[in-house]
């Protein structure tokens, strides 16, 4: 499987948005953001990874593609 590369469009500096309407999402964002308030960038990075998975497996459309 591969993931995204460098120049595809997809920045992994900039951390994922929820999907309006979404609850797993939504769930995941005040998460992070809670995490990022308590100064835990460990758990905010936990769950950027989290909401990206997320995202990939339900809401497909909003993910960049990779290009082969």
Not at 11 to 21: L, N, S, T
Not at 55 to 63: C, F, G, N
């Amino acid at each position: 499987m591969s993931g995204p590369v460098p120049g595809d469009g997809y920045d992994i500096a900039r951390p994922p948005e929820p999907v309006p309407g979404c609850a797993r999402c939504t769930d995941l964002g005040v998460r992070r953001a809670v995490a990022r308030a308590e100064f835990d960038g460990s758990a905010e990075t936990d769950m950027n990874v989290l909401l990206r998975r997320h995202q990939r497996a339900e809401h497909p459309s909003t993910v960049p593609t990779v290009l082969p």
